[in-house]
C-alpha cells in the first residue's frame, strides 16, 4: 500500500470521491422520479440493517443491503395495494424503522456501537478495507445503472408507456431498488443514515440547469457530488467541523450557486 | 388472454374484444364488452368520467389483465399508443426527439419524417416541458407512429388543447388514418368535435350502452339517458357514412353537410371569456338587441 493511504484525510477524500461519483447518477433518477422521500425511507432502515447484522454476526454492509431492500420491497407491495397515501406510508416506515433499528441495538447489551457514526457518518475512520468496498461495489453499482439505464429512463417518462412498449418494468424497478440499497449501504460511512439521501438528491439537483440530456445532468452531478465531498471535507480540517454535514453543506452551497441567473444558458 | 386471429377470418379486424370483463378494486370496471376495430376504420369510446374508458383502453394493449372473456389481436399486430398527458418531472432534461426513441431506436432522419407527418419537425430539439398541449399531443402522435404501426390507440387525444388546436388535431387523425391505412382507436369524454371525425362510436359506462355510426347513436336512448336529450350532434347527410348499425339510424334530417362544432351549448367562449353563439340565428338576434 502506497504511504498516501495511510494518511487518514487521504483515505476519507478518496472515499467520499468514490460515492459521491456513484451518488449523483443514481441521485438524478431519485429526482426525476420524484423518490427523495423513498430514498430517505429506505435509508432510514439502514440502521435496522446494522443492528441485524450485528445479531446474526454477517458483514454489516450486507446486512444494511438485505434490510433496506427487503424495505423497498415492501413498500412496493404496500404501495400497490393503494390503501394509504404513499407520503403517509413513506412516513410510517421511515419512521418505524429507523426507532426500530435504534432499540434493536440498545438491546444489544455489551456491544461496542458508535450510534453517533453510523447517523452522521465517521468518514474520517475509514480503512483501506472500507476504500475497496467503496470502489468495488462503486463500479458494480455503475456498471449496473448503464445496463439498465435506457430502460430506468423510459420507466421515468411514463411506466406504463414504457410497458405498452414492451420494457421489463418490474425488473427495470426492482434493479433500481437493489442499486438505491447498494448506494445507501457503501454511503452511510461516508455522510451517514440520516444525511444520504443529500449526497443523492442534492448533487443532482445542482446539476440540472448545466445539462441538456439525461447523460448530462447524470455526469454533472457526480462532478458536484465529488466537488462537494473534496470542499467538505477540507472545510472539516480547516475549521474542525463534523464530515459529513460539512460535505452535506458544502453540496448545498453548489446547488444555491447553481440557482443563480446565469445568462449564458439560460435561454430555453 | 390473447391469441392470434385466424388469419382468414375477419380479414382485417386488427383487435376485437370478445366478452371482455375487467376488474379492479373490488368490482367490475369494465363487462360484456363487444367491440373490433377493423383497418382504416376510426372507433371512438365515449362515456362519462369512471366508465371504463381507459381500462379498456388498457386492456386492449395487454397493460391489464382480462378478467372474463378474451382480446384477439391480428398476428403480428403492432400498437402504437398515446397515453393522457405524461407527468415528466420539470428536472429531467429531455428533447423531443430523444423523448421520440425513448423506447424505440430510430435514426435521426427517421424522427424527423415522423415529426413532419404531424406538423411538428421543428421541435425536435425543444425540451418536452416546454411544449403546448397540442404540440405535445403530435410529438406523442409522431412517436407512435414511429413504430410503425398497425392501430393506433389515442386516449383523450386533444386533452389540453385549446379550442382551434382540437379540430386540427382531429383532422391530422383522420389523414393518418387515410394516409397509412391505420385502425384507430380513441378515447374520448368530449362528444362534439370527436363523432365528426368517426365512424363508429361505442358509448361506454362500464358496459356498451349503443352503437353505431355516430349520428345513429345520438338518437339511442341509452346515448340519450347517459348524456341527456339536447346532447345530440348533426352528422353528415350521407347514408354511405352509417354502415353498420345496431340502432335505427334513419335519422339523418336537418344536418349541414359537417357540423363540426355541434355541441350541447348553444354557445362556446373565447379565450376572453366573451360568449359566442354558435346558432347564428340566435346570435343576430342578440346582435339586433344589443344593436337596438
Redesign the interface.
Known sequence: MGTMLDDFFVRAVLAGIGVAAVAGPLGCFIVWRRMAYFGDTISHSALLGVACGLVMGVDLGWGVVAVTLAVALLLLGLQHSRRLATDTLLGILSHAALSLGLVVISLLAGVQFDLMGYLFGDVLAVSVGDLGWIYGGGAVVLGLLAWIWRDLLALTIDEELAEAEGVPVMRTRLAFMLLIALVIALAMKIVGILLITSLLIIPAAAARRLARTPEQMALAAAAAGVLAAILGLAGSMQFDTPAGPSVVIAAAGLFAVSMLPKPRYGGR | MSEPLPAAFEGDTLVAAKGLGVRGDGRWLVHDIDLDVRRGEIVTVIGPNGGGKTTLA?AL???VPAAAGRIERAAGLR?G?V?QR????R?????VG??MT???RASADEVTAALAETGVAALCDR?VQ?LSGGEFQRVMLARALL?RPDLLVLDEPVQGVDFGGEAMLYQLIADLRDRRHLGILMVSHDLHVVMAATDRVICLNAHVCCTGAPQAVTRDPEYLKLFGPHAHIHGHADADDVGDVDVDANVLGEAPAYALYAHHHDHHHEVDGSVIHDDPEQAAREDGHNAG
Do not use: E, K
Open positions: 388498457r394493449l395487454g397493460l400498437i399508443y397515453p405524461l407527468q415528466i418531472d428536472t429531467l432534461p429531455l428533447s430523444r423523448l425513448a423506447t424505440h425540451p416546454a413504430r
